[in-house]
């Protein structure tokens, strides 16, 4: 099936940085979703963008949806050891209960 | 909020066997459930959509005679892996749109020895 393409694969960080990732497709979505997922368990929804050009804030995450729609790209400000996990964008075309489409991830690790 | 409780979470079993993955929703009702594979490293792969009272929607590569989908109530979908063999070890997760968004189940760890 399809794919998000998400960059980068993987990050090492040092404390406090900030980080950025982004998520890329060849198609237009009219939702972006970004998750995290912790090992062995299911993904936590962080952001969710409705509308394109739209820039949504959460606590110390930042996500914006690509102004053609087929990109978004996630921030996170000062990091610290618990944003550890991977992080994936997922594409919704329409409707609350269409299915996601999920990128391929990114695996942050934080270094203290 | 809304929670999908899934079960169970580790299952490990014999080549042949069959195993069963449960989802319910606890306090909406689902409608609709996603079924997802998740190999190590790898993303979040749909397998099948199931909606209750109808046949489950299965994406392409997917066999809808291994993996059979149950959707009898609003509250519990239940995939069953079936005549399991070691390449269908994996992180499988359920999901259940909602009035939130979507929620997920915690994901099961099927290994088959």
């Known amino acids: 099936g399809q794919q998000l393409n998400q960059s980068p694969q993987s990050m090492f960080i040092q404390e406090g940085e900030d980080v950025s990732m982004n998520c890329t497709s060849s198609?237009?979505?009219?939702?972006w979703l970004w998750y995290k997922q912790e090992p062995g368990e299911g993904p936590v929804l962080l952001i969710a963008?409705?509308?394109?050009?739209e820039l949504t804030s959460n606590g110390r995450l930042t996500a914006q949806f690509g102004i053609t729609r087929k990109d978004s790209f996630l921030n996170i400000s000062a990091s610290i050891p618990s944003d550890v996990g991977i992080y994936f964008c997922?594409?919704?075309?329409?409707?609350?209960?269409?299915?996601?489409?999920f990128g391929t991830g990114t695996r942050l690790q934080v270094m203290l | 909020g809304a929670v999908v409780s899934q079960h169970p979470s580790r299952v490990i079993c014999k080549s042949g066997t069959s195993v069963k993955i449960e989802c319910r929703s606890l306090d909406f009702q689902a409608t609709t459930m996603f079924w997802y594979r998740q190999f190590p490293k790898q993303s979040l792969m749909l397998m099948a959509t199931?909606?209750?009272?109808?046949?489950?929607?299965?994406e392409q590569g997917v066999e809808k005679d291994k993996f059979l989908i149950n959707h009898a109530s609003l509250t519990l979908s239940t995939l069953t892996v079936t005549s399991a063999h070691p390449e269908d070890s994996s992180f499988y997760i359920c999901?259940?749109?909602?009035?939130?968004?979507?929620?997920f189940g915690s994901g099961t760890r099927l290994t088959v020895v």
């Open positions: 199931s909606n209750e009272g109808s046949k489950a929607t299965y």
């Open positions: 198609s237009i979505f009219n939702t």
């Open positions: 999901s259940a749109p909602n009035r939130g968004g979507y929620t």
């Open positions: 963008l409705y509308k394109a050009g």
């Open positions: 997922a594409g919704q075309l329409s409707g609350t209960a269409s299915k996601l489409t």
